[in-house]
């Protein structure tokens, strides 16, 4: 089992910034790629960003690529979001969740999500 924990959430004005984390408990950390995802109101969840186990190669959504950054911190067990030039759409419930190495590329494991509302 891995327990997945997020914060640093909160409300921005847009063209703000805000730094998630996620911290990671449980089984090796290390072992898992990982990702954030977002579900607005009355919206399907979406893939915002991907990094894997060992962080040398991450991916993004169109919509957030060049504003936001995902990292990892293994010794922290920690991964990161750092969202830079916040836009009103960006406003969302943000899940971070882990995907094991050498799995099916299902995600196993996410967290319980951090609000994330940006306004105008």
């Known amino acids: 089992q891995v327990q997945l924990v997020e914060s640093g959430g909160g409300l921005v004005q847009a063209g703000g910034s805000l730094k998630l984390s996620c911290a990671a408990s449980?089984?090796?950390?290390?072992?898992?790629?990982m990702g954030w995802f977002r579900q607005a109101p009355g919206k399907e969840r979406e893939f915002v960003a991907f990094?894997?186990?060992?962080?040398?190669?991450?991916s993004y959504a169109d919509s957030v690529k060049g504003r936001f950054t995902i990292s990892r911190d293994n010794a922290k067990n920690t991964v990161y979001l750092q969202m830079n030039s916040l836009k009103v759409e960006d406003t969302a419930v943000y899940y971070c969740?882990?995907?094991?190495?050498?799995?099916?590329?299902?995600?196993?494991?996410w967290g319980q999500g951090t609000q994330v509302t940006v306004s105008s």
């Open positions: 969740a882990a995907q094991s190495v050498g799995g099916a590329g299902r995600y196993d494991y």
């Open positions: 449980g089984r090796t950390f290390s072992s898992y790629h």
């Open positions: 990094i894997t186990y060992t962080g040398g190669r991450t």
